[in-house]
């Protein structure tokens, strides 16, 4: 479910809906949010990350790069992640960063 959810979210990201592509995230975040997990932290820093590109789609600059500092935050569990996962969450920060060198974070 999760590589659905997230190729979901990079479409999103693509089509700059993302406010959506957060939702597709959360679906998997919320019930595990109070887990002492690093996946479940690099999927909040994603969150963020969408939540800051949304914010810069409203206008609302400031706010954007203070949400933009925690995905950076968060970014950092990727490298404790089990190999087996740790690929699919670099590529998509590289996704990310992609997106937010567009929008000029």
Do not use: C
Not at 9 to 33: G, K
């Amino acid at each position: 479910m999760i590589d659905k959810q997230i190729e979901r979210f990079i479409n999103f990201l693509d089509a700059d809906e993302y406010f959506e592509a957060h939702e597709m995230l959360e679906i998997i975040w919320h019930p595990r949010r109070f887990e002492d997990d690093d996946e479940i932290r690099v999927l909040k820093g994603f969150i963020n990350a969408a939540v800051s590109f949304e914010l810069i789609k409203r206008g609302r600059f400031p706010q954007s790069k203070r949400v933009w500092k925690n995905y950076l935050k968060y970014k950092l569990f990727i490298k404790n992640l089990d190999p087996t996962i740790k690929d699919k969450y670099i590529k998509l920060s590289l996704v990310v960063e992609r997106k937010s060198n567009i929008l000029k974070i």
